[in-house]
């Protein structure tokens, strides 16, 4: 992690004396995001109106190309990824969460001469099979295996792992990490629900009342994890189901804090926006590359062993 540290001061750093020495003209990227009211996009674009600000003073442009639902999440994508080709930006990130639907996309663009990255979602191997300059998030299997490992080390005997877009390979991918090290089953609900609290929450409710074995809830997001909360509270099912989500938020560490949720799986994506950006628009304007692929921002298990420290970095709109 401390290598990690040194390296993101590193590229925020030649960030800034590229941003202030030069008046070339930048170039004009698209990056293809999650819904507006998603929280975890929300810090996600954070970072990527940050590293904006460097890319606008050259002259250059970021625009952000949000989905308006995750109803047809792939295809959707896909369509937002063909629409940046057609305005003819000079790069293109996104996150490959159904590679099936969305592959073809990316190939277009390599086939019109645009760089690509993939961040938060897709993995290093689809990186380079695309032709993607780097790869930015997590490894999602390899997160879901820290929380299955996690969840074990606590006690954990049978697990609910809550997915909201069923058919998103990232997700797909962590439920599979927590099952193959853990007992545990998925509860996919339609991705109509996302965001739905009362549905969400009624889902997983029936499941605690009906298996009463279940001991842990992990839900794939930081929403879904009030939904969850709610849930036990209402299955009056506390002292017996443990909850533990992806990402953080306010709402997950105060109850981490207050011994109300175990943990949570933290892939920082301010990092992922913000890097995003950056290693794009160096590649475009500079052909400056990272030796390093891929940039990994997580996992990172936040418990409350160190529940204090991430407070702050929400705090600061970061994490």
Avoid: H
């Amino acid at each position: 992690m401390r290598d990690f540290k040194q390296m993101l001061k590193g590229a925020i750093a030649a960030a800034v004396l590229v941003g202030c020495s030069t008046t070339a003209m930048a170039g004009n990227i698209a990056i293809v995001g999650g819904r507006a009211d998603d929280p975890f996009f929300a810090v996600v674009k954070r970072g990527i109106d940050d590293a904006a600000k460097l890319v606008e003073q050259r002259g250059g442009s970021v625009n952000y190309l949000a989905l308006q639902t995750y109803d047809n999440i792939g295809a959707d994508a896909a369509q937002l990824i063909r629409t940046a080709i057609s305005q003819g930006v000079d790069g293109i990130a996104a996150p490959n969460w159904v590679p099936e639907a969305q592959d073809e996309a990316y190939k277009a663009a390599k086939a019109a001469g645009i760089p690509i990255l993939l961040y938060n979602s897709g993995g290093t191997e689809k990186s380079k099979e695309l032709g993607s300059i780097n790869y930015v998030g997590t490894e999602d299997y390899v997160a879901g295996v820290a929380a299955g490992e996690y969840l074990t080390k606590n006690g954990a005997k049978n697990v609910l792992c809550v997915n909201t877009v069923p058919g998103a390979a990232n997700l797909e991918a962590r439920c599979k990490g927590i099952i193959d090290n853990v007992k545990a089953v998925q509860l996919p609900l339609p991705a109509t629900s996302f965001g739905d609290k009362t549905a969400v929450s009624e889902a997983i409710k029936a499941s605690v009342l009906q298996d009463e074995t279940i001991d842990a809830v992990v839900t794939m997001g930081n929403q879904d994890a009030d939904s969850a909360a709610i849930a036990i509270e209402q299955a009056n099912a506390g002292e017996r189901v443990k909850l533990g989500t992806f990402n953080t938020d306010q709402a997950s560490l105060d109850r981490i804090k207050a011994g109300k949720q175990m943990f949570a799986v933290d892939q920082q994506g301010y990092l992922q926006g913000f890097l995003a950006v950056f290693l794009l628009d160096s590649y475009v304007e500079y052909a400056m590359e990272s030796p390093t692929m891929p940039i990994l921002t997580g996992p990172a298990i936040v418990d409350a062993s160190n529940v204090e420290a991430t407070l702050k970095g929400v705090a600061a709109g970061v994490r």
